[in-house]
Structure formats: structure tokens, C-alpha cells
């Protein structure tokens, strides 16, 4: 038996319609924000990746699939979509139609990393990136609309981690003294974070090993060494947040995952995932388009949404839906009636019913057994007497009744309950 690669799933028919509540939410939602969809290749060269997300961090240098194609080019499968969005702004020039953008995307992104709770190798993501305005009115209005589609998606107990870890000049100042500060406990550092002392110790806060949390948990603060453009920035920041009345959680040690943010990040967490409990996040990155060489500094923002791990907490929430299920399920007593079974299921799908029939030749008792373990909610009856006098016998399966029709009539009614039905 051939079973699945490590660390992908199968997406079976009983969890499809709970994909689909949640890609109908971010959908609706980013159009309600002016948000438009883009969708970049699923592979892209390699360089795309090494110049964005930074040649020192666990994705680069761990996690990502990268191959060379028979043309000898290193191609990666996309681990992450903001350096993919950024690459087609430019090769498409998409800043000179406008000057403000308003993107986002979903997709599978792939990760070569232990699987666990809610982390797959092939996973997908949600995101928007606001391009193009440098003020905090932006991050505010990305985190506006990712609030909004956790709390539309029914995400109950969730809480916003914010920080901001300023400009490159302030980076710089506070690296320093991050150096300084974990060179005294070197040798007590995990090996990760020895390597990242080396290479880029900003990194180090975002380790979640036990013995490195206890060392960073008195490091130097960044507010410490903010410049004035940064702490001006991270001030109206927090004021329009509050004045939106948006709750969130000061963390001054939070850098998220990648080389290119600045200024402002920010991070969800829910409490039913456990100690990995980050379902999404994201940020400021100024300087991430002049990386892919582009003539200016353009400035941007944007975040990104887990989705398995959101349906994770779903799940845990036992999160009910509407019911998906067939609404009408035609039932018939003798083979030769078929073909007013397909003529009549042919109107309802065209009027948006969802239809089902026996296709199995099975017994009218056998059909209505099948049309109860589907959920329907009504079953349409064709016996001799339907077929011989043009009516339609109708079950409502709910109430366990059924009554006898003109066809007309009959069809009508079905029609008629649909509409009802959309309009509760």
C-alpha cells in the first residue's frame, strides 16, 4: 500500500465543507476591505527566496524544497507567498497603475520541518499586503483586517502580541547589545541560538527552547535603543489600535520568523494549540523590495493566517455549519421511470437545487434509507400512480410527512423552500 508523503494530508469530503466556510470568510472579508486576489507560481527560482526571507533563518537554510530543473535552474517550492507577491509587483509593474495596493492570496506553501499539530510540510496560507504607505494608519488597517476574519471565522479566545522592532538604524543599535548581552551565556545557549549569536542574534528572541527563554527573558529591551522616526512610528501605531478599540499584548520580544520585517509585527496565538499556538502574524517590510533590486524603497505591509491551524481551534470550538447535504433526493419504484427521474432532476440542479437518485437500481425501501443517510430534506417519490397521473409525491424528511401533487405544484413547492431556505 502506497500511503501519503510525510507530513501531507488528504482534505476528505466530511472536512471539505468547513474549508470552504473558512475560504468563503477570506474571501468576503478581504473584498469588504478592498482587497483584490493575486496568484503567483507555486515554484519560483530559488533567489527569490534567498534575497527576501534572509540566508541565516531555519527556512533558508532547513525547510526549504528546492531542486534543479532539467534546464540546470534552482527551483524552490514557494515556503512562504509575501517574496512571490513582491516579485510579481515588480515584474509585472502593478506600482505604476497605483500607487497604493491592496493584495492577497491563498495557497499551499511547502516546508521541509517536523510534522506536528497543525504543521505540514504542504500547508496553506492565507495573506494580504498592503503596499505602498508608510504610516501606521496601514498597519492598522491590516490588522483591522485580519481581527476581522478571526472573529468572523468564530475564533472566540485568541489574543494580538504586538511590537514593533523599528528602523534599520535602531536594528542596528540594538544588535549590538543583544551581542553583548548573550555572549555572557554563550555556552548555555541552545545550539541554535549559539549559531544565530554568530550570525544574527535578533533571531535568537524568537527560539522557543526552554533554556534560551530563560536567558532572553531579561535581555535588553528594543524600545531601549528606538531612534525617533521608530518610536514615533510604534506610538501612533498603538494610539490608532486603541482608538479602534483593539486589545493587544505589548511583547517586546517578539521579531517573528523572517530577515525582512520592520517597524511594526505582530503575532495571533489561541490557547488550544498548545505551546505552538501562533495561527498567524505579520508585519511592516520596508526595505524588501530594494533586496529584488528594485530603483526605490517601496513601503509595505502585511500578514498571513495558518489554515489548518485555524481549523484546528475550529474543530476544537466544534464549530457547526449549515448543512451542506443534498436538499431533494428523488426515489422511484421501477427501472423503466428513469427517465423522468433525469428530466426532473435536470430543472431542480438548473434552479440550483442539489439533487441526488439511486443509481444502483437499488429497492424504494433501500433508496429511502440512502436518502436519510444523506441528510436531505426532502425525498421526491415517482410510483405508478406519479408517473400515470403527472403528480409528485413529496416527504418532508423532518417532519416525516408526505402529501401527493400536481407536478407543477409539487415542483413549486420545492423551489419555494429553497427561497425560504435563503432567506433565514
Same mark, same amino acid.
Given at each position: 500500500?502506497?500511503?501519503?508523503?510525510?507530513?501531507?494530508?488528504?482534505?476528505?469530503?466530511?472536512?471539505?465543507?468547513?474549508?470552504?466556510?473558512?475560504?468563503?470568510?477570506?474571501?468576503?472579508?478581504?473584498?469588504?476591505?478592498?482587497?483584490?486576489?493575486?496568484?503567483?507560481?507555486?515554484?519560483?527560482?530559488?533567489?527569490?527566496?534567498?534575497?527576501?526571507?534572509?540566508?541565516?533563518?531555519?527556512?533558508?537554510?532547513?525547510?526549504?524544497?528546492?531542486?534543479?530543473?532539467?534546464?540546470?535552474?534552482?527551483?524552490?517550492?514557494?515556503?512562504?507567498?509575501?517574496?512571490? =507577491?513582491? &516579485?510579481?509587483? /515588480?515584474? !509585472?509593474?502593478? *506600482?505604476?497603475? @497605483? $500607487? +497604493?495596493?491592496?493584495?492577497?492570496?491563498?495557497?499551499?506553501?511547502?516546508?521541509?520541518?517536523?510534522?506536528?499539530?497543525?504543521?505540514?510540510?504542504?500547508?496553506?496560507?492565507?495573506?494580504?499586503?498592503?503596499?505602498?504607505?508608510?504610516?501606521?494608519?496601514?498597519?492598522?488597517?491590516?490588522?483591522?483586517?485580519?481581527?476581522?476574519? =478571526?472573529? &468572523?471565522?468564530? /475564533?472566540? !479566545?485568541?489574543? *494580538?502580541?504586538? @511590537? $514593533? +522592532?523599528?528602523?534599520?538604524?535602531?536594528?542596528?543599535?540594538?544588535?549590538?547589545?543583544?551581542?553583548?548581552?548573550?555572549?555572557?551565556?554563550?555556552?548555555?545557549?541552545?545550539?541554535?541560538?549559539?549559531?544565530?549569536?554568530?550570525?544574527?542574534?535578533?533571531?535568537?528572541?524568537?527560539?522557543?527552547?526552554?533554556?534560551?527563554?530563560?536567558?532572553?527573558?531579561?535581555?535588553?529591551?528594543?524600545?531601549?535603543?528606538?531612534?525617533?522616526?521608530?518610536?514615533?512610528?510604534?506610538?501612533?501605531?498603538?494610539?490608532?489600535?486603541?482608538?479602534?478599540?483593539?486589545?493587544?499584548?505589548?511583547?517586546?520580544?517578539?521579531?517573528?520568523?523572517?530577515?525582512?520585517?520592520?517597524?511594526?509585527?505582530?503575532?495571533?496565538?489561541?490557547?488550544?494549540?498548545?505551546?505552538?499556538?501562533?495561527?498567524?502574524?505579520?508585519?511592516?517590510?520596508?526595505?524588501?523590495?530594494?533586496?529584488?533590486?528594485?530603483?526605490?524603497?517601496?513601503?509595505?505591509?502585511?500578514?498571513?493566517?495558518?489554515?489548518?491551524?485555524?481549523?484546528?481551534?475550529?474543530?476544537?470550538?466544534?464549530?457547526?455549519?449549515?448543512?451542506?447535504?443534498?436538499?431533494?433526493?428523488?426515489?422511484?419504484?421501477?427501472?423503466?421511470?428513469?427517465?423522468?427521474?433525469?428530466?426532473?432532476?435536470?430543472?431542480?440542479?438548473?434552479?440550483?437545487?442539489?439533487?441526488?437518485?439511486?443509481?444502483?437500481?437499488?429497492?424504494?425501501?433501500?433508496?429511502?434509507?440512502?436518502?436519510?443517510?444523506?441528510?436531505?430534506?426532502?425525498?421526491?417519490?415517482?410510483?405508478?400512480?406519479?408517473?400515470?397521473?403527472?403528480?409528485?409525491?413529496?416527504?418532508?424528511?423532518?417532519?416525516?410527512?408526505?402529501?401527493?401533487?400536481?407536478?407543477?405544484?409539487?415542483?413549486?413547492?420545492?423551489?419555494?423552500?429553497?427561497?425560504?431556505?435563503?432567506?433565514?
Amino acid at each position: 500500500m502506497i500511503n501519503a508523503v510525510r507530513g501531507t494530508k488528504d482534505i476528505l469530503p466530511s472536512e471539505i465543507p468547513l474549508w470552504y466556510f473558512v475560504e468563503k470568510t477570506l474571501h468576503n472579508v478581504s473584498n469588504l476591505f478592498g482587497f483584490k486576489e493575486i496568484r503567483t507560481p507555486i515554484f519560483e527560482r530559488t533567489e527569490v527566496f534567498l534575497r527576501s526571507i534572509g540566508s541565516e533563518t531555519d527556512i533558508v537554510n532547513k525547510e526549504m524544497y528546492t531542486f534543479l530543473d532539467r534546464g540546470g535552474d534552482s527551483i524552490t517550492l514557494r515556503p512562504e507567498m509575501t517574496a512571490s =507577491v513582491v &516579485r510579481a509587483i /515588480i515584474q !509585472n509593474n502593478l *506600482l505604476a497603475e @497605483n $500607487s +497604493i495596493l491592496r493584495l492577497w492570496y491563498y495557497g499551499p506553501l511547502f516546508r521541509y520541518e517536523r510534522p506536528q499539530k497543525g504543521r505540514l510540510r504542504q500547508f496553506h496560507q492565507y495573506g494580504a499586503e498592503l503596499i505602498g504607505s508608510p504610516e501606521p494608519e496601514a498597519d492598522v488597517e491590516i490588522i483591522l483586517l485580519a481581527k476581522e476574519i =478571526v472573529e &468572523r471565522l468564530g /475564533i472566540l !479566545n485568541y489574543k *494580538l502580541l504586538l @511590537n $514593533s +522592532i523599528g528602523n534599520r538604524t535602531s536594528r542596528q543599535r540594538y544588535k549590538q547589545e543583544l551581542i553583548s548581552y548573550f555572549e555572557k551565556y554563550a555556552n548555555s545557549l541552545s545550539n541554535d541560538s549559539q549559531e544565530r549569536l554568530r550570525k544574527n542574534p535578533l533571531r535568537i528572541l524568537d527560539s522557543k527552547d526552554e533554556r534560551d527563554l530563560e536567558i532572553i527573558k531579561n535581555c535588553p529591551k528594543i524600545y531601549d535603543y528606538f531612534d525617533k522616526e521608530s518610536l514615533e512610528h510604534y506610538n501612533k501605531t498603538k494610539e490608532l489600535l486603541a482608538l479602534n478599540h483593539i486589545e493587544f499584548q505589548e511583547t517586546p520580544h517578539l521579531v517573528r520568523g523572517l530577515d525582512y520585517y520592520t517597524h511594526t509585527v505582530f503575532e495571533f496565538q489561541s490557547p488550544i494549540l498548545g505551546a505552538q499556538d501562533s495561527f498567524g502574524g505579520g508585519g511592516r517590510y520596508n526595505e524588501l523590495f530594494t533586496e529584488f533590486g528594485f530603483k526605490k524603497e517601496v513601503a509595505a505591509t502585511g500578514f498571513a493566517l495558518g489554515i489548518e491551524r485555524i481549523l484546528l481551534i475550529l474543530e476544537s470550538q466544534q464549530k457547526t455549519l449549515p448543512n451542506g447535504s443534498p436538499l431533494v433526493y428523488i426515489a422511484f419504484n421501477k427501472p423503466e421511470f428513469i427517465s423522468k427521474v433525469f428530466e426532473t432532476a435536470y430543472f431542480l440542479r438548473k434552479h440550483d437545487i442539489p439533487t441526488l437518485f439511486d443509481v444502483q437500481k437499488k429497492s424504494l425501501k433501500a433508496q429511502m434509507k440512502e436518502a436519510n443517510k444523506y441528510g436531505v430534506k426532502f425525498v421526491i417519490i415517482f410510483g405508478d400512480d406519479e408517473i400515470n397521473n403527472n403528480t409528485i409525491t413529496i416527504k418532508d424528511m423532518k417532519k416525516s410527512e408526505q402529501t401527493t401533487y400536481p407536478f407543477e405544484k409539487g415542483i413549486e413547492i420545492i423551489l419555494n423552500s429553497k427561497s425560504a431556505n435563503e432567506d433565514n
